[in-house]
């Protein structure tokens, strides 16, 4: 195959990887990396291009489509000239196979091409030389029939007879034409030319061939059709043309299919503590598609991003104990565990490295839904639709939409639950309601259908400390003397020290949670355990989301004082959350009520419960002094 074409996504090849013999499908390139996708079992590797090379340069690694191997081809999958073909050739073989001697000499290879062309009247035998390359090709494909397949359609010459250096000229004006501005074959040709002719100008005894407008057409149209949709339409366009089509595949098992999607809530709440108005929070939900049981949800004003799917992700994958008792709610809920397949959509928080990265680390697949086709994730679509009829059609505070309704109905003004009140009821209602009825076509509730899976198929319980390292998201940052240095904050502990004795200033992984910057996670690389890193000024950082942090530094900056000030960040902290407390006082007076979305997310209500266990029970948060933060002592947590 062609080196340039090689490493292209939909090309398949067999390889062994984790100890077995698959056949791959490369899914995408990112970079130097390639990820690959069993086309049996689903999994997902990623590999290195250099070791791929590697692989293939040693022939531990073999192309589907190469001359020598015809893939998966079946006899009858071939065109009806090509069967007649292969059945004369293969008559030769076989009379050379029943033969007694297995010696290819020329006599006795005559020999049996004479007799088998009179045995099916066979008007133009082949020479003995061709009869021997035909037994060469039965033999290397493994004594099968494939080897004698006729490679017709292979034959020709795959590569343009051009100088290097034209061919490297065409590479560069090819790119041009996969923009938006959508130029034309012509237009490519002509710059193309002009480059070879000023090369010519500049060189008179080194002259370069102009290539012809059909060697430019070549190279365009042998790059993949994903390749064309993206760059002469656009990112949204390729993804709604490259992906999957049609109905959602049939389970038989829990956990065997998970959907994930978002959605705003069609109510308003308040505050908890002041009682103003809040606004519409948004769902994230994870359902099993086998027993329509809800997985994990995650219900906040924070923006659909890539950690509240991961949050909502986390509270799927963990055991849901902790959460019932945090909201005082009686009943079972017994799912949890690792899904095999995340099915999610095309959001931007669905669509990054870091959650395809993080889903495979968890032990998940991530797989895309094609844009407008809502039957692909119909269990999740469903459920929004129950809820919104079952539930919150009978809420204070319910919106009715555009043009529904009465035009004195004021839904902000009509909203009497708290956030928390409606979690409450949203729980109450899901694990005695919901999870106890039979749904769609099913015969029987979506707790008896996971309870009954469960006993067949025995779900492991996760250790909530990796998974929850496994959702956070992920950095790289130096290692000073001082520390870790990470949005303007210090990060340091005593194993962090013995780390820097041990390699001194080197590159270090980190993860962290934009919903607390208190402390973040440092990989020791050599001792392969994640160390829990506190903040120095940990009696700022506790507690703290990212998006405060930030909003903090920005009035920070406007009045042009230092980051590293630890007085001043508090006195920032400290003035922010007072206007916020002036503001819900302020609209708590007023009759009509407008909502107070960006208070909710400074405060990162909603999010608190679906990290790892242990924030459920933190203590409560450390008043804000104007003095220097003292250093946590019990800051070595290893796993």
């Not at 968890?362 to 679509?381: C, D, I, M, T």
């Not at 004021?410 to 009821?425: G, P, R, V």
Request: with cysteine.
């Amino acid at each position: 195959m062609h080196n340039l074409s090689r490493w292209m996504p939909g090309i398949a090849f067999c390889a062994n990887f984790d100890g077995r013999d698959a056949i791959w499908m490369i899914r995408r390139i990112n970079g130097s990396n390639v990820t690959l996708a069993d086309i049996d079992n689903k999994s997902v590797l990623v590999k290195p291009e250099a070791e791929l090379e590697e692989c293939l340069e040693n022939k531990a690694l073999q192309f589907m489509a190469d001359d020598r191997y015809n893939g998966e081809i079946v006899f009858q999958d071939l065109p009806e000239e090509y069967q007649k073909e292969t059945a004369r050739r293969y008559a030769y073989v076989r009379e050379f196979l029943d033969s007694d001697d297995q010696k290819r000499s020329k006599k006795k290879l005559e020999k049996i091409i004479e007799k088998v062309a009179e045995k099916i009247d066979d008007d133009t035998p082949p020479a003995w030389n061709t009869f021997n390359n035909w037994l060469n090709k039965y033999f290397n494909a493994g004594c099968r029939i494939k080897g004698l397949y006729p490679n017709d359609p292979k034959k020709g010459r795959r590569d343009i007879r051009v100088d290097p250096r034209v061919r490297e000229i065409i590479d560069q004006s090819v790119k041009l034409y996969f923009k938006n501005g959508q130029m034309l074959v012509s237009s490519i040709h002509q710059m193309v030319e002009a480059k070879v002719l000023k090369h010519n100008l500049s060189n008179p005894d080194d002259l370069l061939a102009i290539p012809a407008y059909s060697t430019v057409d070549y190279h365009i149209k042998k790059r993949s059709y994903q390749e064309h949709v993206k760059g002469r339409i656009g990112k949204n366009a390729a993804r709604y043309e490259c992906a999957n089509v049609g109905e959602a595949p049939q389970t038989s098992r829990i956990l065997e299919r998970v959907e994930a999607d978002h959605t705003p809530l069609d109510i308003n709440v308040l505050h908890d503590e002041t009682r103003t108005l809040l606004g519409r929070p948004t769902l994230t939900l994870l359902i099993d598609h086998y027993s329509r049981m809800v997985m994990g949800f995650q219900i906040s004003f924070e923006e659909p991003s890539y950690a509240s799917a991961a949050m909502a992700i986390g509270s799927a994958i963990l055991p849901k104990k902790d959460l019932l008792e945090f909201y005082g709610v009686e009943g079972d809920w017994p799912a949890h565990g690792v899904m095999e397949m995340l099915v999610a959509d095309n959001g931007t928080e669905f669509w990054g490295d870091n959650l395809d990265m993080a889903i495979s680390e968890v032990g998940s697949v991530l797989q895309y839904a094609p844009v407008r086709s809502p039957n692909y994730k119909g269990v999740v679509e469903r459920f929004f639709l129950t809820l919104r009829t079952g539930l919150i059609d009978s809420l204070p505070g319910k919106t009715n939409g555009v043009g529904n309704g009465s035009d004195e109905y004021i839904a902000q003004n009509e909203a009497k639950l708290t956030l928390s009140e409606f979690k409450k009821i949203f729980l109450t209602w899901l694990v005695n309601i919901y999870h106890l009825e039979p749904h769609g076509k099913a015969e029987k509730s979506p707790l008896d259908l996971w309870n009954e899976s469960a006993r067949e198929f025995p779900v492991v319980e996760e250790d909530a400390k990796r998974i929850e390292t496994a959702l956070m998201c992920s950095d790289t940052r130096t290692l000073q003397r001082s520390g870790i240095q990470y949005e303007n904050l210090e990060y340091n502990s005593d194993p962090l020290r013995d780390i820097y004795r041990r390699e001194g200033v080197v590159e270090l992984l980190i993860r962290y949670s934009p919903f607390d910057i208190g402390h973040i996670y440092v990989w020791d690389e050599l001792n392969r355990i994640y160390i829990r890193v506190p903040c120095v000024n940990y009696r700022y950082a506790k507690g703290l989301s990212m998006y405060a942090h930030k909003a903090i530094r920005k009035r920070i900056n406007t009045a042009r004082k230092s980051y590293k000030d630890n007085v001043i960040l508090q006195r920032a902290k400290v003035e922010l959350f007072g206007d916020l407390e002036s503001l819900h006082d302020r609209n708590v007076r007023k009759k009509s009520q407008a909502t107070a979305k960006k208070a909710a997310r400074i405060h990162s209500l909603g999010v608190e419960e679906f990290s790892a266990n242990t924030i459920l029970n933190d203590p409560a948060p450390v008043v804000i002094q104007n003095i220097q933060a003292e250093e946590v002592t019990d800051d070595w947590e290893v796993w």
